[in-house]
């Protein structure tokens, strides 16, 4: 063998081992083969644990709504001038709980009669400052308080129904009374809430009153303008409770009352007085409800709607049964007590008108609200014939 076979040999032989020896060495190698290569490390807890990784349901602390506070409860006490019976009194007691209801008990009114919480002629000091948060009552209680008082009142021969009565305090425009009351209760700490005419003032006495000289010297309890009025034709007045009037009579205080016509029997006043006069002679008698102005802001304005239009209402169904009392009462008066219907003459009548009149004339003088309410009135009276 040449010498450069045998390295051509030695070639092939070292390249075979290159190609060779790798293969071997791979299929051998600890590393393909320890077990610890391959071994999986431990999994840890948060990794294989399954709480980690279902969802919780969630409660319902987390998904409930936040309570609503409770809602406010008023509670207010409204005094009334009335005693039980009258439909003043009771007719609007009703419509308190009507407001109650309506207000899903967040406005409480509880009522009291007559002289229950205070003395009727307290009933303007007692709103004002707050001991009552409402008063059902009439402002012929007040005029010395304030002057407006007077002419809200109403005077003989001024309007006479209470058609008159709806129109001059809610139906003129651009001002109704109502508008310019409002105004000066407001000065006094007082929401005036509603007016209401009921039936005209009348009286009944022991005797019966044929001319204008059969009321010279008679005893009469009298309210306000009525009052004023009567004294000019020789009657001797006295401004006298409700609640004791009855005793007044009982006594020999007075042998006479005037006031609306149902009251002579609510009352009880045909025990003592024998003889019902009519047509009336005094405008239309009035109640007023009022609230005091501070505990009227605390109320939402959903609650000063509901009590307003209520208040209104209230007043306008006890006319109505007050209306319906006095005809069926005038109608019985004489089988069920002896009573004696007796027609004023016309004499007595004009009396009363002119009075009226000239008492109108000099409450205007007290300020300019009383002067605007005198106003609105003669051009309302104008307006329907009263007046010329």
């Known amino acids: ?71 406010q409860v008023f509670n207010w006490k409204c005094q009334a001038a009335w005693v039980p019976g009258t439909a003043e009194y009771f007719v609007v007691a009703e419509y308190s709980k009507i407001i109650e209801e309506a207000s899903g008990g967040r406005l409480k009114i509880t009522d009291y009669p007559g002289g229950a919480l205070m003395p009727t002629a307290e009933h303007f000091s007692g709103v004002k400052s707050g001991i009552v948060q409402l008063i059902n009552t009439t402002a012929e209680y007040w005029p010395g308080m304030m002057p407006e008082a007077i002419v809200e009142s109403g005077f003989p021969g001024t309007w006479r129904t209470v058609q008159d009565n709806e129109e001059l305090f809610y139906r003129i425009k651009p001002r109704n009374l109502i508008d310019v009351l409002r105004e000066a209760y407001a000065e006094q700490g007082i929401r005036l809430n509603a007016v209401s005419g009921n039936i005209a003032h009348t009286f009944w006495t022991k005797k019966p009153i044929t001319s204008l000289a059969d009321l010279k010297g008679i005893k009469m309890r009298a309210p306000g303008n009525s009052a004023k009025v009567l004294a000019t034709m020789g009657v001797a007045t006295a401004f006298i409770p409700h609640e004791e009037t009855y005793m007044a009579f009982q006594l020999g205080t007075i042998d006479a009352s005037c006031t609306s016509g149902t009251m002579y029997e609510t009352a009880k006043y045909y025990e003592f007085a024998k003889y019902y006069h009519v047509p009336y002679i005094g405008a239309p008698g009035h109640w007023t409800y009022a609230a005091n102005l501070a505990a009227w802001k605390t109320l939402p304005s959903d609650l000063q709607v509901l009590a307003e239009k209520m208040f209104k209402l209230a007043y306008a169904d006890a006319r109505m049964y007050n209306d319906n009392m006095a005809t069926k009462m005038e109608a019985k008066a004489p089988a069920l007590w002896g009573t004696t219907i007796v027609q004023l003459p016309s004499d007595v009548l004009q009396a009363a008108s002119a009075g009226g009149l000239i008492l109108l ?14 106003e609105i009135i003669k051009a309302y009276m104008k307006s329907v014939g009263y007046l010329k």
Do not use: F, H, W, Y
């Not at 293969?23 to 391959?38: D, H, L, M, V």
């Not at 004339?361 to 005198?374: L, T, V």
């Open 1 to 71: 063998m040449t010498r450069k076979s045998i390295i051509a040999l030695i070639v092939s032989i070292l390249l075979i081992a290159t190609l060779v020896l790798p293969a071997c060495a791979k299929q051998t190698s600890p590393t393909a083969t320890t077990p610890a290569a391959t071994t999986p490390k431990p999994t840890t807890p948060a990794a294989t644990t399954p709480a980690a990784t279902t969802p919780k349901p969630t409660t319902p602390a987390t998904t409930a709504p936040a309570t609503k506070p409770a809602a």
């Open 361 to 374: 004339e000099d409450a205007m003088k007290a300020n300019a609200r009383c002067k605007e309410m005198g």
